[in-house]
């Protein structure tokens, strides 16, 4: 009696836990599918709210900015975190 060997299924397996097999061109299904696009819009939210409230407590930017720059992010203005620092040089807005 013969049977079906799992050998196969477990180098696969330790080869993606490594990070390989995941090229482009062994992709199936869109970016948005593969990483949904609020959990995407969520890391970079959260990652420019903590930076602002950073800011603010080491007293860089004052509340109003804060506030200015918070609504910003909330409507996407920023790409990133290093796209909002970008914006502050060229506005002048750290101190």
């Known amino acids: 009696k013969k049977g079906i060997s799992n050998v196969r299924v477990k180098k696969l397996k330790e080869q993606k836990k490594k990070g390989r097999r995941r090229g482009p061109g062994s992709r199936r299904g869109a970016k948005g599918a593969r990483t949904p696009q609020k959990e995407r819009w969520m890391a970079t939210i959260r ?13 860089k930017i004052d509340t ?21 620092f970008l914006y502050m040089k060229e506005h002048e807005i750290l101190k």
């Open 47 to 59: 990652a420019l709210r903590k930076t602002l409230k950073h800011l603010r407590d080491e007293g």
């Open 64 to 84: 109003k900015t804060y506030r200015k720059l918070y609504r910003m992010a909330k409507g996407g203005a920023f790409r990133s975190r290093a796209h909002l």
